[in-house]
């Protein structure tokens, strides 16, 4: 039996954690296809498949920064959820902020986990590497269904 390549969906500005988390990506025990969305109306545009994005694949997982240019990660996260096409697909919540407020902010918009990022590199590329275990590993994800 064959399996496919998990498609992840990143939606993250920072060219840093992009790197980091393509590398702790590269290195975990699941085979993946990273897709990189930069701000959120790429994101939107990424997962409806408009414009460039017309051939994207549906991903199986989005990691979603909420600091984003263009249009708010919060944002993104509503209208994933709100759409009845894309609201199975789990969103993973990886933000700098530990906020309480973008915490609560993020499950009342149904975000399926929520990680503040840690600072220290070696820990980043860690909770990467977690999010792979769990995520990927642990976790059976819903097929695209229509």
């Known amino acids: 039996m064959t399996y496919r390549p998990v498609e992840i969906l990143l939606v993250e500005d920072n060219p840093a954690d992009v790197r980091l988390t393509e590398e702790a990506l590269r290195e975990g025990k699941v ?3 990273l897709h990189v969305a930069r701000d959120g109306v790429e994101a939107i545009e990424f997962l409806r498949r408009r414009g460039k994005f017309a051939d994207a ?3 199986d997982l989005v990691l979603l920064d909420l600091n984003l240019p263009r249009r708010d990660g919060r944002e993104v996260l509503a209208e994933i959820k709100e759409d009845p096409d894309l609201k199975t697909i789990p969103v993973v919540v990886l933000t700098t902020s530990s906020a ?5 902010k993020s499950y ?3 975000a ?4 503040s990022k840690p600072v220290d ?3 980043f590329v860690s909770v990467v590497k977690s999010i792979d275990d769990f995520w990927l590993t642990v976790v059976r994800l819903p097929s695209e269904t229509k």
């Open 57 to 59: 694949v549906r991903p």
């Open 121 to 123: 590199l070696e820990q």
């Open 100 to 104: 309480e407020v973008d915490i609560l």
């Open 108 to 110: 009342k918009l149904h």
């Open 31 to 33: 085979r993946n296809n």
């Open 112 to 115: 399926n986990c929520y990680i």
